[in-house]
């Protein structure tokens, strides 16, 4: 068992690994919360269908090591210094790797890729989709890992007689660093991680044998599902410059989040708008199950006992901006969308649907494509910016709706990070939208935050959550601004784009 007092007064920092969807990143925050230092990695994505996103696990890999020797060497920080690693990833990506060899025997397939619609289709024509929902708190959706690895045992040629022999792991991200920073002696995940798989009873905390045979996935495969705040394990020296440093902390990356903004009491919420929007609000030790839509997921197990989260996933958020400026050229950088959007007072009438992937909560919906609505010969390349600026604030009011509808409680402020928070137009569009005050904290990596807390605490480098409570500042707050029957205008225009969008389907 490892010691939490093992030489803990040379430790200065906690190191936090965010693995996501579109770069890998490695931040040293020190005692008091703050960013020492963070180094950040691109990596390759790949389309090898329309529709496919996948990831080489083997560049994650190799980008997570890039972010660790650059965020050492540029800041000439000791590893001795460092009392733990925690961990965090983008969710639902599944990787299949050989044991004995260590290779994946297929690429990462992504939380966004649709390859495993068809599955999903046929596992509900089978009528499984009540005991999911029951078992779970998810849908059968292409979204979560459980039919991605089905898809990967049934077309890689002889991965089924393998996973049979027990050759095989399975991991989401966090399994699969975990795995390679420990020289392959842990094969762990935690609760939050294990409750995006489709394959894990989130009520009894356990792989569901149910839910295997479905999928035909053997639990040979699985990884140890434990505490979001504990040590798994150490690095090999190899790895982390000659030390042994303790991997302490895992958490899906909304879920590191949501403890990285100190969202610890029942009905506390936080929306993170990077590639996608995804909000997170803590029910405690209640799992609500929704009637509207969203997903029950666990938020993390810490100190013998778990706590729930209500979520609303949005798969086009921030992307949508990135798609006016690489796709239609609108734009020179995501940040300049602010200037065109105030350059008008509003999209006169204007409403663009980005459903480029379908639409998740509440809709949820694989097949509907983005739309645009209310062109007139007037309108202008601000309005259109501007109208896709709106749409992530109304998708979150969605949310929010079904949230507030299957918990009962009505949110009193809204905790937001994420690429996007830093464009003030969309953040005051948003509270006025949603009739909620928006708070951005002074930290916008809170991911990594969050990630770096559950380390922390794990090794008694932080001591308790009020601790870390206490740390957490408010850079911005965002006043409602907006008349409510302007408001209720503006929403019902959406309302109607997104049903004139789900009634268009060429498939
Ligand atoms: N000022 C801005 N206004 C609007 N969107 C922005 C702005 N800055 C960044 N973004 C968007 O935020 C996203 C990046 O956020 P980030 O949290 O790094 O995403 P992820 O973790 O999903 O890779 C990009 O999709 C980008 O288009
Ligand atoms: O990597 P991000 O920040 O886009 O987050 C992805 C989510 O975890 C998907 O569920």
């Known amino acids: 068992m490892y010691k939490k007092e093992r030489t803990f007064m040379e430790k200065k920092y906690v190191m936090a690994l965010d693995q996501g969807t579109t770069s890998s990143r490695a931040i040293l925050f020190n005692k008091q919360g703050e960013i020492v230092t963070a180094a950040q990695r691109e990596f390759q994505q790949y389309f090898p269908n329309p529709g496919w996103v996948e990831h080489n696990a083997h560049e994650i890999w190799g980008s997570i090591l890039a972010v660790i020797a650059e965020v050492l060497s540029s800041s000439n920080i000791n590893p001795k210094e460092i009392a733990s690693i925690g961990i965090t990833n ?26 495993t619609a068809d599955i999903c289709e046929e596992l509900k024509s089978q009528g499984y989709s009540d005991m999911v929902r029951n078992k779970t708190g998810l849908l059968i959706d292409a979204y979560f890992s459980g039919t991605k690895v089905k898809w990967i045992l049934d077309h890689v040629e002889g991965a089924r007689e393998k996973a049979k022999n027990g050759d095989l792991l399975f991991g989401t991200i966090d399994t699969w660093l975990i795995w390679r920073l420990t020289g392959g002696k842990a094969h762990v995940t935690d609760y939050s991680n294990a409750s995006r798989t ?14 295997l045979e479905m999928l035909g996935v053997p639990h040979t495969m699985l990884p140890e599902v434990r505490p979001s705040s504990e040590v798994y394990g150490e690095t090999v020296e190899y790895h982390f410059f000659g030390e042994r440093v303790p991997i302490s902390g895992a958490a899906g990356d909304q879920q590191a989040a949501l403890f990285g903004q100190a969202c610890y009491e029942s009905g506390m919420a936080k929306n993170t708008y990077g590639t996608g929007c995804f909000m997170l609000m803590n029910t405690g030790e209640t799992a609500v199950r929704s009637e509207h839509g969203l997903l029950t997921t666990l938020a993390w197990g810490i100190d ?37 959007a105030t350059r008008v007072e509003s999209t006169d009438g204007v409403y663009m649907v980005p459903a480029f992937v379908g639409l998740g909560t509440p809709y949820w919906d694989s097949d509907v494509r983005g739309a645009i ?14 109208a896709t600026l709106e749409s992530l604030a109304y998708q979150t009011k969605d949310v929010l709706s079904a949230m507030e509808a299957d918990s009962g409680i009505e949110l009193k402020t809204l905790r937001v990070d994420g690429g996007a928070v830093k464009n003030d137009f969309l953040m005051q569009f948003q509270s006025d939208i949603l009739g909620v005050p928006v708070e951005r904290p002074t930290i916008n990596e809170t991911t990594a935050l969050g990630a770096a807390y559950l380390a922390g605490l794990a090794v008694g480098f932080w001591k308790s959550r009020d601790e870390i409570a206490s ?37």
């Open 90 to 115: 983008q969710r639902e990506t599944a990787v299949v790797w050989d044991k004995n060899t260590g290779n994946p025997i297929y690429n990462a397939i992504v939380w966004q890729s649709r390859q």
């Open 198 to 211: 489709l394959m894990y009873n989130i009520y009894e905390q356990r792989w569901d044998e149910e839910l």
């Open 304 to 340: 013998g006992k778990v706590e729930y989260a209500l979520e609303g996933s949005i798969f086009v958020a921030g992307s949508a901006i990135q798609w006016l400026r690489d796709g239609l050229r609108m734009l020179k950088s995501a940040a300049d969308s602010e200037q065109y």
């Open 373 to 386: 609505f209310g062109l007139t010969r007037g309108t202008q390349k601000e309005h259109f910016i501007r």
């Open 471 to 507: 740390k957490w500042r408010i850079e911005k707050r965002f006043e409602v601004q907006m008349q409510e029957d302007e408001r209720a205008r503006l929403y019902a225009g959406w309302k109607k784009a997104v049903e004139a969008t789900m009634g268009f389907k060429l498939k």
